[in-house]
């Protein structure tokens, strides 16, 4: 059951998506994530769902803010979506300018090296703080959580996570690959969708 979004640049964003390009061997890496989330759902209990990347710069933050997005988008409640990195660094600015270009609200609420990001999706909702800091931060879950690895690297390089009861890596090509290129704007628009298609994909694979 979704509802409708007081957004409506995301709305149209959501509906324009092309679920059904989605690969079967990309549904096979999706379904851990669904049945951690079934799981939950159906045992009643918090979903706490901590995306893994690098640096914490670009990939794990928009599957942070996509998932959460869909989770809103199809009503399933008691879903929490974080990010964090083997490192910290910052958040790239141009994940922040391709989500406000699919519609959500931005605000800077802290100016540093690191910045500190406010993301809203609907007016009536708690807006996603972004930053980028280790997976580990006191500002993530210390146990009962899904680690999800959006890349390779983060995966080698955490062959353990404390705390987490699942690990599931789905990894996605880095759009840093075409920074300061002609095909920046087109390569992370891109990855925000493919990441916004396979997020609408798992919610919409829970049964509530």
């Not at 899904?146 to 599931?168: M, N, V, Y």
């Not at 890596?169 to 390569?187: S, V």
């Amino acid at each position: 059951m979704t509802k409708p979004f007081t957004f409506l640049e995301i709305e149209k964003t959501i509906k324009d998506l092309k679920i059904e390009e989605i690969a079967k061997e990309r549904k096979a890496i999706l379904q851990p994530l669904i049945d951690f989330v079934q799981s939950k759902v159906d045992e009643q209990k918090q979903i706490r769902l901590n995306f893994i990347c690098t640096h914490n710069s670009r990939r794990s933050h928009l599957s942070q803010i996509w998932a959460q997005t869909m989770a809103a988008y199809f009503n399933i409640k008691n879903v929490f979506c974080y990010s964090g990195g083997t490192e910290a660094t910052a958040m790239f600015p141009m994940v922040a300018t391709t989500l406000e270009k699919q519609g959500f609200v931005i605000k800077t609420i802290a100016e540093t090296n690191n910045p500190v990001y406010a993301i809203k999706y609907a007016e009536n909702e708690h807006p996603i703080i972004c930053f980028s800091k280790k997976y580990d931060n006191d500002f993530n879950p210390q146990n009962q959580f899904a680690a999800i690895l959006t890349c390779s690297q983060a995966d080698q390089g955490c062959p353990f996570i404390t705390g987490t009861e699942k690990r599931i890596p789905i990894t996605f090509e880095d759009p840093k690959l075409f920074d300061n290129t002609p095909q920046q704007a087109e390569k992370y628009f891109e990855r925000s969708i493919q990441i916004a298609t396979e997020m609408f994909y798992v919610f919409s694979q829970i049964k509530q």
